[in-house]
């Protein structure tokens, strides 16, 4: 069964620190990946997503940037944190072959807090 | 930026009393979902609905759909404590987009005792 991971849980960071999330997904290949963050109360805004290694679009002019460097691999970066960046962080995956046909269920992980203080 | 819009934000009811939820979003879409988040957590989904289907059931859910009007409903019957939780629906649109997945705003929604 596929199953997607993000670390770490929750994260507090110091403004003007670099910034590294991680998330993997297990048990499919070649999936759609997305970044997205939840501020408090609030929806989702979607901030990347990729369809294949290397290739990220990107949602929103922001102070973070995202890499796939593997298939099922996304980070989500930022060299220099704001305090605007804390929220929660989202990564989820959807099967490509299914979104060919607009079937885009998403799968989640559990989510990073980031308190930039 | 949204592509939905959730109504209303916040929705308070007793157990076993139904629960509606609409959503509205901007430009044509592919399908559309709603998915869950309890507090603090990651998003489960829910349903999908195509754009060529009006209506779709799953258990005690049920799901509307109004292209003409752009706008979706779901309802929970017999709602229990448990279903306590942010109610979120989602677009793909139908424009190349196929890998996008927009959210709206939420509806949370409160069930009591």
Redesign the interface.
């Known amino acids: 069964s596929q199953t997607i991971h993000q670390w770490p849980a929750t994260l507090v960071q110091p403004v003007g620190s670099p910034l590294s999330l991680e998330c993997t997904v297990e048990g499919t290949s070649n999936p759609n990946l997305y970044w997205y963050r939840q501020a408090a109360g609030r929806g989702l805004q979607l901030l990347f997503y990729s369809v294949g290694i290397g290739q990220i679009s990107s949602e929103v002019p922001q102070n973070l940037s995202a890499s796939r460097p593997q298939d099922r691999q996304f980070i989500l970066s930022s060299k220099k944190l704001l305090l605007s960046d804390s929220g929660f962080y989202l990564c989820a995956w959807s099967n490509r072959r299914t979104s060919l046909w607009g079937n885009t269920e998403a799968f989640f992980g559990q989510g990073t807090r980031l308190t930039v203080v | ?2 592509q ?1 819009e ?1 109504d209303p934000q916040a929705l308070s009811i007793q157990e076993g009393e139904n629960a509606t939820m609409n959503c509205s979003y901007k430009t044509s879409i ?2 559309l ?1 709603w ?1 869950r988040q309890n507090s ?6 829910l349903i ?1 609905i ?1 754009s060529n289907e009006r209506e779709k059931h799953s258990g005690r859910l049920r799901v509307t759909l109004d292209t003409s009007k752009k706008s979706s409903s779901l309802l929970i019957t017999a709602s229990r404590a448990a279903d306590t939780a942010s109610y ?1 629906c ?1 677009t ?1 649109g ?1 424009t190349g987009t ?9 509806t ?1 929604l409160q069930v009591t005792l």
């Not at chain 2, 603090?40 to 989904?45: E, Q």
């Not at chain 2, 196929?98 to 939420?106: D, E, I, N, P, Q």
Request: aromatic share 10%.
């Open positions: 930026s949204q939905g959730e592919n399908n979902q998915y603090g957590r990651g998003l489960v989904h999908l195509r979120f989602a793909v139908d196929a890998s996008k997945l927009t959210f709206g705003t939420g949370r």
